[in-house]
């Protein structure tokens, strides 16, 4: 028997028995920490079966243990997972300078790190905060060779998606993950390297110097093109910028606007195309 716990931006949880939760992915998506009152139809399928090829890889690769249970009687937009105690932390590992990082620190958009770069985001908090290492431990009551661990899990992790993905002339630019503790052991929980956590390339066009979105980033980037105008002012912003300069004054927020029908069936093929470009399998 099922019993609905919540729902998030894009996960509806169950629980199905004392130890064992339900992910029923849908076909909502969200940026800015808003949903969209717009469905991609598939998503929720796509996401779940992506997220269970990269659960299977990292368990077969021996890399760490993780609230995935194998269970074929599921639906291909279901996941049957171990209940854990989610870690209130959002690890952001970058390889490339791109999104957030280049809005804030500049510097060549689109160049290789010479090292991977780590962030740290709260998770439970109304938006998404970035925190130093120190704020992350007492948040989270870690301890410090917890932190390097997941640290190095996440780039073990990395490793396999890149391997995987540039045979599909992909990039691997950045991604999240999130981690969970059961019976005092850390283990890798909720999705991730789906469009909606990481962001890909196209390997062939960044070579010619371009940078083809292959994630929900091609979302992100649709709504700070997207003129939205003040029913105040009357004045033409980007939605995005409008929304952010709300945030700031701490004023109402402006409902996002729905995609429009080209955009709902550009978004549908790219993440359909992006399961067949990660996995190597018909969708």
Not at 19 to 45: A, H
Not at 209 to 234: I, M, T
């Amino acid at each position: 028997m099922e019993t609905f716990l919540k729902s998030g931006k894009v996960k509806d949880i169950y629980e199905i028995a004392h130890n064992l939760l339900k992910f029923k992915f849908s076909n909502r998506i969200s940026v800015f920490d808003q949903i969209i009152p717009s469905e991609i139809m598939t998503k929720g399928e796509v996401l779940c079966r992506i997220a269970k090829f990269w659960f299977d890889l990292v368990e077969k690769e021996g890399i760490c243990k993780t609230q995935y249970v194998p269970d074929n009687n599921t639906r291909p937009d279901e996941m049957t997972a171990k209940k854990t105690e989610v870690i209130p932390l959002e690890f952001i590992v970058r390889h490339y300078n791109a999104g957030s990082y280049y809005k804030k620190h500049g510097g060549k958009y689109g160049e290789k790190f010479s090292e991977p770069l780590f962030e740290i985001t709260t998770k439970f908090e109304k938006y998404d905060r970035l925190i130093n290492e120190e704020e992350a431990l007492e948040i989270s009551k870690l301890k410090k060779a917890d932190l390097e661990n997941i640290k190095e899990t996440i780039l073990k992790i990395d490793a396999v998606i890149e391997k995987q993905v540039e045979k599909r002339n992909l990039i691997h630019v950045d991604g999240k993950k999130e981690f969970g503790i059961l019976n005092g052991e850390i283990l890798l929980i909720d999705t991730f390297g789906t469009p909606d956590e990481d962001r890909f390339w196209d390997a062939e066009e960044y070579g010619k110097g371009n940078f083809v979105e292959l994630s929900k980033e091609f979302v992100r980037q649709y709504y700070e093109n997207l003129l939205y105008v003040c029913p105040k002012c009357n004045e033409k912003f980007s939605y995005r910028d409008f929304l952010y300069a709300q945030r700031e004054k701490n004023l109402s927020e402006p409902l996002i606007p729905p995609l429009s029908d080209d955009m709902l069936k550009k978004v549908g093929d790219l993440y359909a195309g992006m399961y067949e470009r990660i996995t190597g399998e018909k969708f």
